[in-house]
Nanobody, 125 residues
Framework: QLQLVESGGGLVQPGGSLRLSCTAPGSTLNNYAVAWFRQAPGKEREGVSCISVTRGTDYADSVRGRFTVSRDPRNTAVYLQMNALGPDDTGVYYC???????????????????WGQGTQVTVSS
């Protein structure tokens, strides 16, 4: 059973940046496609970004050009660098993963088996 732990959320002013981290204590993420989802109050959960085992990436249109997803070289963590944040980026951000050892692509339309507990991101002045 893969456990995912997010960190790095917080309160930031509009235009600011945050970097979220996702780790899997006791495991590595080298065989898992990993995605970030978010949910704002009163809104449906939405996929933000994903990264495949070969570091192929995809982004929601709303964050493309502002957010960057990456893996650390040892595949012990996945990061979401978020720049130029705005109030619409406020929400709980979840790290999710699926076992995909041979897939070069990722998708945010998949049903992900493993979920972290989420980390709150609040963009406000």
């Amino acid at each position: 059973q893969l456990q995912l732990v997010e960190s790095g959320g917080g309160l930031v002013q509009p235009g600011g940046s945050l970097r979220l981290s996702c780790t899997a204590p006791g495991s590595t993420l080298n065989n898992y496609a990993v995605a970030w989802f978010r949910q704002a109050p009163g809104k449906e959960r939405e996929g933000v970004s994903c990264i495949s085992v070969t570091r192929g990436t995809d982004y929601a249109d709303s964050v493309r050009g502002r957010f960057t997803v990456s893996r650390d070289p040892r595949n012990t963590a996945v990061y979401l660098q978020m720049n130029a944040l705005g109030p619409d980026d406020t929400g709980v951000y979840y790290c999710v993963a699926n076992w995909k050892p041979r897939s070069p692509i990722c998708t945010m339309q998949a049903t992900y088996a493993y979920w972290g507990q989420g980390t709150q991101v609040t963009v406000s002045s």
